[in-house]
């Protein structure tokens, strides 16, 4: 069989890959982007339903969850959200703000990827796709890839087969096997920005399926205020997939479902209603059904005036600190990104290269490098993918 030669082959032509690729090829490398899937950027077509979250205004190294929290800052601090809007400006696509410095396009996340692949073509990347990588060796400084029936080979690798979340759509944990193949430290995977499910004594909340409230969700010491929305399963809507990235096994997850009420609000509600009961005090700022479940589980009948304040203080304190004891998540195919990877220990952060390996690069979700939800993994994406561009 014989090998066609070029100056970097990239694996994956996801967000990262596709930026790693083009940038290189711009600089005049000639590069091979490979991906078993039958078309470019599934994940990007799929994101912001269907209209990509492409980065997020408010990116910051603080917001990323890795074993090593100042890794991804000199990426991040030298291609910008600012860099990438300026791309998607270049290209005419029209977009908007929706909340908390979430950029989607007006149109479709279809654009997106059409801007990468021009950008790929301006620089004469050799796109391939639909086979599966059978082998990678590294003998006399070359790495060989044979897809499918064909071998390739080049100087330089870039893995960005991102990580298992969303099975589906193809993902698998193809890089850790490979990073380990190569001698590299692979921080053990997890699913995040996923749903979580509810089991024992929380069993009841299911019944609320559908039902969604603004509330502060935290897990360990990081507390996220936005929507919550019960699940047939569980617990899920932004702010508990955002907690989702901070929780483990065994530990609570936190609902302060009144995070905009007043403290002792519960006792002037009696002072000035004494005849209003606790679940009409909730119906006032909670959806019926959830005031209703939260009433049930408090315990608390008849007027407001027949409660000690002790006892409304206790049912207000709980409203703040309502304990979840999570059994378990959604998993790795309702997980929109995976926390862990390919461990930053082994990599430089300035040009994401292996330290041990020479020429072997990892970018984007491969890497123990996990953004919040909101464009924050897109921007890692560019940023990481941009600075291995810039290098092979």
Known sequence: MSTTEFDAIVLGAGAAGLMCAAVAGQRGRRVLLLDHADQVGKKI??????????????????????????????????????????????????????????????????????????????????????????????????????????????????????????????????????????????????????????????????????????????????????????????????????????????????????????KDWLLEAKRSRPRTTLRAALGAMLPDRLAETLAERLALPGELAAQTDRKLADAESRLARWDFCPNGTEGFAKAEVTVGGISTASLSSQTMVAKTVPNLYAVGEAVDVTGWLGGYNFQWAWASGHAAGQVI
């Open 45 to 262: 077509l799929i994101s912001g339903g269907g209209r990509c979250n492409f980065t997020n205004v408010n990116t910051a190294p603080d917001r990323f969850i890795s074993a090593n929290p100042h890794f991804a800052k000199s990426a991040l601090a030298r291609y910008t959200p600012a860099d990438f809007i300026a791309l998607v400006d270049r290209y005419g696509i029209a977009y908007h703000e929706k909340t908390l410095g979430q950029l989607f396009c007006d149109g479709s996340a279809k654009q997106i990827v059409a801007i990468l692949l021009e950008e790929a073509a301006n620089g004469g990347v050799d796109v391939r796709t639909g086979q599966p990588v059978r082998d990678v060796t590294h003998a006399d400084a070359k790495f060989t890839v044979r897809f499918g029936d064909a071998s390739f080979s080049a100087p330089a690798l870039v893995i960005a087969t991102g990580g298992p979340s969303i099975p589906q759509m193809g993902a698998t944990g193809f890089a850790y096997d490979l990073a380990r193949q190569f001698g590299l430290k692979v921080v053990e995977p997890r699913p995040a920005l996923v749903p979580l499910t509810l089991g024992g004594d929380d069993v009841l909340f299911r019944e609320l399926s559908g039902i969604a409230a603004p509330v502060e969700a935290r897990a360990g010491k990081t507390a996220f205020r936005e929507a919550a929305l019960f699940t047939h399963r569980g617990l899920s809507g932004p702010a508990i997939l955002q907690a989702s990235s901070y929780w483990r096994h065994g530990e609570p997850v936190t609902i302060d479902f009144l995070p905009d009420a007043p």
